[in-house]
């Protein structure tokens, strides 16, 4: 008997073999469903907040590539937003570098400690990313991760939409998530 699965098949059987195993199973060929629009809802509103009270000196980006000095002179994350050094803009460089990046911010919904989660985690704390934000719309979720050591973020703190979440200096402002946009419990993306 031969089985023919189509690429959201094996992307379903991928998250069934993650969520009983924690093994990550990538499918080549297969891209991700394309973003709902409240994931970019969610995005315009932390930059609209942001970008007025950075630094003069810092910029909110979205989706740029940052180095991964641990994994290799071509390996990169690409965060949904960084903000990072406005001279950034006009360089030639195409990785910022991760101590560059004063925060982080990666909007998807992954189940509490599931191997989405720890990944993504894992991945930026392993660069030296300073400050990561994680926001779940799904769940209405978030979590601020900082102090980067050994793969690890030594402060986690976590909260739910309507608690705001606080940035320390440079940023020295808090990104308030009562309005933040939330998925329907059937949305992937």
């Known amino acids: 008997m031969r089985v023919t699965l189509d690429h959201g098949q094996l992307r379903s059987a991928a998250r069934v073999?993650?969520?009983w195993t924690g093994?990550?199973?990538?499918?080549?060929?297969?891209?991700?469903?394309?973003?709902?629009?409240?994931?970019?809802?969610?995005?315009?509103?932390?930059?609209?907040?942001?970008?007025?009270?950075?630094?003069?000196?810092l910029v909110p980006l979205w989706a740029p590539a940052v180095a991964?000095?641990?994994?290799?002179?071509?390996?990169?994350?690409?965060?949904?937003?960084?903000v990072c050094p406005y001279g950034f803009l006009g360089s030639d460089e195409s990785l910022l570098h991760p101590r560059a990046v004063e925060l982080?911010?990666?909007?998807?919904?992954?189940?509490?400690?599931?191997?989405?989660a720890n990944t993504a985690v894992s991945a930026y704390a392993g660069a030296g990313v300073r400050l990561l934000v994680l926001v779940d719309p799904l769940r209405g979720r978030w979590s601020l991760n900082s102090h980067p050591r050994g793969g690890r973020y030594r402060v986690v703190l976590r909260g739910a939409y309507?608690?705001?979440?606080?940035?320390?200096?440079?940023?020295?402002?808090?990104?308030?998530?009562?309005?933040?946009?939330r998925y329907a419990a059937d949305t992937a993306q």
């Open 68 to 82: 991964r000095p641990d994994a290799g002179p071509d390996a990169y994350l690409t965060p949904d937003l960084a």
């Open 104 to 116: 982080a911010v990666v909007v998807r919904p992954v189940a509490a400690g599931g191997p989405d």
């Open 17 to 19: 073999v993650a969520r």
């Open 162 to 181: 309507g608690e705001g979440i606080p940035l320390p200096v440079p940023l020295g402002c808090g990104i308030e998530t009562a309005r933040l946009p």
């Open 23 to 57: 093994v990550r199973v990538d499918v080549p060929g297969a891209p991700e469903p394309p973003p709902r629009g409240k994931r970019y809802g969610v995005l315009r509103q932390i930059e609209a907040q942001l970008a007025p009270l950075v630094a003069p000196d």
